[in-house]
């Protein structure tokens, strides 16, 4: 089949560049409206499309894909994360998935950092209080924060993002631990500066800040419970850029409140776009509305990987991102 007459269903709206590019190329249909797509609507993009280009707000599950006509031939998902797709289903019914890796690795870290910072130095609520006209002059004991220079980090997930973010976290003065399944080789680790912990439960206690980098699966599903917050020192630090429900949000928000802990900084949610309401009201949590790749150069490159991938597998060859189980 030519690539003009594949047919590429977008399910939201990406930049313009990039549905342009996609209406030169193959048989494009856009969504001018940017509203999610229902269930039904997903559906029927699934059965008059060989492509489907979903994001992280579609949940392409086994039942969708089950139900779906032998023509559509591939899930191409706009963003890195593909755990609203399933994968397994698709592979069984022979549809390829792929997604964008290492495009937002270091918009991401960026982010992870900058909450860091923001929670730490209390950025948030001192430009609130100043903004509410509460700033009276200078005072010696005012908006305390806690300094980062010396502290450790503990990184869990030491993958793309992970890694950038140690190397940003250095540069800040922090000694970087990180737990993942994997040990990096001796060369990576030097070259980043970073212990390993085989042992989460023995890392999360000695931690300043601890960053979650690690994809969301069955395995790290509230991989931050309520007994590992409980484990955490009062003054740590909890940041999460990766997916929401790798931390039981409620605990998360109780262990705030009975001050147990020292402060959040949230980029993603358990229910997204819902955010517990005592995580919404709590002035030591920064939240964020999923800002981690958004950046105007990002998301034209993940336009630009998604097009990769399609374009290669109209021309009948393996694509560079596919996602396997
Ligand atoms: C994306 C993300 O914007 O790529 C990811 O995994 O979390 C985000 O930065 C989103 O997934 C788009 O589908």
Redesign the pocket.
């Known amino acids: 089949m030519s690539a003009r007459s594949l047919k590429v269903t977008l399910t939201?709206r990406l930049p313009d560049a990039v549905e342009t590019r996609m209406r030169e190329l193959f048989d494009a249909r856009l969504n001018l409206t940017d509203r999610p797509m229902s269930r039904q609507e997903l559906a029927q993009a699934m059965a008059s499309s060989d492509v489907l280009v979903?994001?992280?707000?579609d949940r392409v599950d086994a039942e969708l894909i089950d139900g779906a006509p032998d023509t559509l031939k591939m899930i191409a998902?706009?963003?890195?994360?593909?755990e609203?797709v399933d994968v397994a289903a698709a592979q069984a019914r022979g549809i390829l998935v792929t997604?964008?890796p290492g495009v937002?690795t270091e918009?991401?870290a960026d982010l992870a950092m900058t909450l860091i910072l923001a929670v730490s130095r209390r950025v948030v609520e001192g430009a609130e209080a100043l903004r509410e006209g509460r700033f009276e002059g200078w005072t010696p004991t005012w908006m305390m924060g806690r300094k980062l220079w010396g502290k450790r980090l503990g990184i869990v997930g030491m993958g793309r993002i992970g890694q950038a973010l140690a190397r940003r976290a250095r540069a800040f003065g922090l000694q970087v631990h990180y737990h993942n399944r994997r040990q990096l080789s001796a060369m990576i680790e030097e070259e980043l500066g970073v212990t390993w912990w085989d042992d989460l439960d023995a890392m999360l206690p000695r931690m300043d800040v601890i960053s979650l980098n690690t994809?969301a699966t069955a395995e790290t599903r509230h991989i931050v419970s309520a007994e590992r917050l409980s484990r955490l020192q009062p003054h740590a630090i909890l940041v999460n850029?990766?997916?929401g429900e790798l931390i039981d949000e409620a605990a998360l928000a109780r262990a705030l409140i009975e001050n147990r802990l020292g402060g959040a900084g949230l980029d993603?949610f358990e229910h997204e776009p819902a955010v517990h309401p005592d995580l919404l009201r709590h002035p030591r949590a920064v939240l964020l509305p999923?800002?981690?790749?958004?950046t105007v150069e990002?998301?034209q490159d993940?336009g630009d990987r998604v097009i990769l991938n399609v374009m290669t597998f109209a021309n009948g060859h393996r694509p560079p991102d596919r996602v396997l189980t």
Do not use: E, Y
């Open positions: 939201r979903p994001t992280i707000t998902n706009f963003g890195a994360g593909t609203h997604n964008t937002l918009d991401t994809p850029t990766a997916r993603v999923h800002l981690g790749s958004a990002s998301r993940m």
